[in-house]
């Protein structure tokens, strides 16, 4: 069964940063791209970052290109999304996501809640 | 960038009776990688369908999608008091890729 764990959300002031990460089982890590997916309270579903099953090619929206920063550690089944200069409007819930790169999202994780606020 | 617009944004209906839900593309989905998801509350989202017309694993056959281009549609047979919810679509053949506003199938 897959199982995917975040962890790493929190409240931070507007201009601060943040480190997710989402430990995978169930699955062969390495074989699969990876993805976050946020969620505005009480909005739709917003396609956040993507990388590939060996970590070389990765993509953002635009919304957090030059800001947020996805990476992996294979060897320990962990994805990772590192959020800088961090804005009110960033405040969501944050989805890992086994798939999303030019494949449908198969598997979510819980969420964790990142809410920046002053 | 592939806006999705989903219709209608509320679907009332009951339980037994079917339901269409539409999605429409800006531009062209690449490869027909359009996906559907049904998120329930306080829920993460749950895929339904893939490449727009293949159901995922464990998914019972009374959800279907159809469409290909611009126009897709989840379709929902005989609705049972579980599948009440809300849906997105996904497009993932373009960069960005992008989701649907959602509709809400509520019960009548």
């Known amino acids: 069964e897959v199982q995917l764990l975040e962890s790493g959300g929190g409240l931070v002031q507007p201009g601060g940063s943040l480190r997710l990460s989402c430990v995978a089982s169930g699955f062969t890590f390495t074989t699969f791209a990876m993805s976050w997916v946020r969620q505005a309270p009480g909005k739709g579903l917003e396609w956040v970052s993507s990388i590939s099953g060996r970590g070389g090619s990765t993509d953002y929206g635009d919304s957090v290109r030059g800001r947020f920063t996805i990476s992996r550690d294979n060897p320990k089944n962990t994805l990772y999304l590192q959020m800088n200069s961090l804005r009110v409007e960033d405040t969501a819930i944050y989805y890992c996501?086994?798939?999303?790169?030019?494949?449908?999202?198969?598997?979510w994780g819980h969420g964790t809640l990142v809410t920046v606020s002053s | 960038e592939i806006v999705l617009t989903q219709s209608p944004g509320t679907l009332s209906l009951s339980p037994g009776e079917g339901a269409t839900l539409s999605c429409r593309a800006s531009?062209?989905?690449?490869?027909?990688?359009l996906a559907w998801y049904q998120q329930k509350s306080g829920q993460a989202p749950r895929l339904l369908i893939y490449d727009a017309s293949s159901r995922a694993t464990g998914i019972p056959d009374r959800f279907s999608g159809s469409g290909s281009g611009t126009d897709f549609t989840l379709t929902i047979s005989r609705l049972e008091p579980e599948d009440f919810a809300v849906f997105f679509c996904h497009q993932y053949g373009t960069l960005p890729y992008s989701f649907g506003q959602g509709t809400k199938l509520e019960i009548k």
């Open positions: 531009q062209t989905v690449s490869s027909n990688y």
């Open positions: 996501a086994k798939g999303g790169r030019y494949t449908s999202v198969d598997s």
